[in-house]
């Protein structure tokens, strides 16, 4: 489940797998992305010029799992802390936290850019007509940009822990853009 839900991000090289996924051995890795391609949730296709790179995505069929995921992570989302020591925290699991706490009730007709920095990787967020696209790496043109500073605002923005006022106000993230935003992201991305 843990390739699935790195594969959500979109097509990934093995070594991009391997990196998002450093507790997985590699011929462990290897097999489960056999077995995923056998059962036909994923698949393998080459690059073309200049990357010639082999990726691996999702299939349609293994993109309907995508709403067990999102239920899984959702039931998670009650229980989460912050991460224990020694555990890994990847571009790719929080892009997952946020499919799986955005609330599209709270989104209707919103159509908005969130970049959202966390110190080793940046993430772009996309509501178009209340559907959410995330994606790794900076949004192209954001209407507000999320930095974490220190600490784990973002998850008390999301647990509801901290008021977007607490956070920027406590040094642990700054903002570019309307404070608006702010306010209205952590009414959509909510656990």
Do not use: C
């Not at 159509?111 to 959410?132: H, K, P, S």
């Not at 790794?136 to 954001?142: K, Q, R, V």
């Not at 509801?160 to 992201?185: C, I, Q, W, Y």
């Amino acid at each position: 489940m843990l390739i699935i839900r790195n594969l959500f991000a979109g097509p990934q090289r093995f070594t991009d797998l391997r990196k998002g996924l450093p507790a997985i051995p590699t011929n462990i890795l290897s097999a489960r992305l056999k077995q995923l391609e056998g059962a036909g949730l994923a698949t393998r296709r080459a690059l073309p010029h200049p990357d010639r790179a082999v990726v691996y995505e999702l299939t349609s069929y293994g993109r309907d799992l995508e709403p067990a995921l999102i239920a899984l992570g959702r039931w998670g989302a009650r229980t989460m802390t912050e991460p224990r020591p020694g555990e890994v925290v990847t571009a790719e699991s929080i892009a997952m936290s946020f499919r799986t706490t955005y609330r599209p009730e709270a989104a209707q007709k919103v159509t908005v850019g969130y970049e959202v920095r966390m110190g080793d990787f940046t993430l772009g967020l996309q509501i178009t007509d209340g559907v959410l696209m995330v994606g790794l790496g900076p949004h192209p043109a954001p209407d507000l940009v999320i930095e974490r500073l220190t600490g784990h605002p973002i998850r008390e923005l999301m647990s509801g822990s901290k008021t977007p006022d607490e956070v920027l106000h406590d040094g642990s993230m700054r903002m570019e853009g309307d404070p608006a935003l702010l306010s209205r992201f952590a009414e959509m991305f909510r656990f």
